[in-house]
């Protein structure tokens, strides 16, 4: 599986209406994998993953936010968060790796099969546009 | 030009010794590109990339920096700022567009002909991997 990686990066889109299909162990620790290996001042990967499968957390979760309540509505969700005492840029360091897990993450889901090109995709992707 | 992403992301190093050959205007834009398509709260795009040919001013901002002492020595860089009042997450969003252009010009260093895997290349890698 190969790609552009300019063309990857232009197609991204920030989604906020999601299918209700399970994501699978594999493509979680992929994304995890990504995001392990984003750059962070000294090395000092300041991060942590939580992987947010229940319900009824990202429900919890979502309603202590100003930005994320989509979070409830999702099969899952990864919560990154850092350590301020274990970088000089953990703010950075922590977007960065996001940034690598959403690219993972946008990689996988056009090389998924089937239904990559499914209808509703192109809705999905149509009013993502809307929204840019 | 096609890549694994995943692959791409776990390749790329933080490199601290450069050559001195130009970077062309044809690459710097690709990698400006890459960093104009990262998400940004709501879609904010509060970041500016000034592109640093001059190794006078490279010079000067290199000696006002605790890190990147190193731009100096470099053929060119790019500075990434944000505006704070453009953004409810301005360091995020330019951290996001720094890493899509690290991506970039990763990928496009890998692509480029003649001298990808030239010796003085698998030098600089076994460096850069020693200092990881």
């Known amino acids: 599986m190969s790609v ?14 999601y299918k209700t299909a399970p994501v699978s162990e594999e493509e979680i620790n992929k994304i995890l994998e990504a995001g392990r290996w ?12 939580i992987v947010l499968r229940s319900q009824e957390v990202r429900k919890k979760l ?12 999702a099969p899952m969700g990864i ?3 850092v350590n301020p005492r274990a970088s ?5 360091d922590g977007a960065a790796a996001t940034q690598n897990m959403l ?9 998924r099969s089937p239904g990559r090109n ?13 929204h840019r």
Chains 1, 2 share one sequence.
Do not use: M
């Open 79 to 81: 919560a990154v968060v």
């Open 88 to 92: 000089n840029h953990p703010v950075e």
């Open 38 to 49: 984003a750059p962070s001042a000294d090395n000092s990967q300041p991060w942590r993953f």
């Open 103 to 111: 690219l993972e993450a946008h990689f996988r889901h056009r090389h």
């Open 62 to 73: 979502a309603d202590t936010l100003t930005w994320g309540r989509f979070l409830s509505q």
């Open 4 to 17: 552009d990686i300019l063309e990857l990066i232009k197609t991204r889109r920030s989604i906020r209406k």
């Open 118 to 130: 499914s209808p509703e995709d192109k809705e999905r992707t149509r009013r993502a546009d809307l």
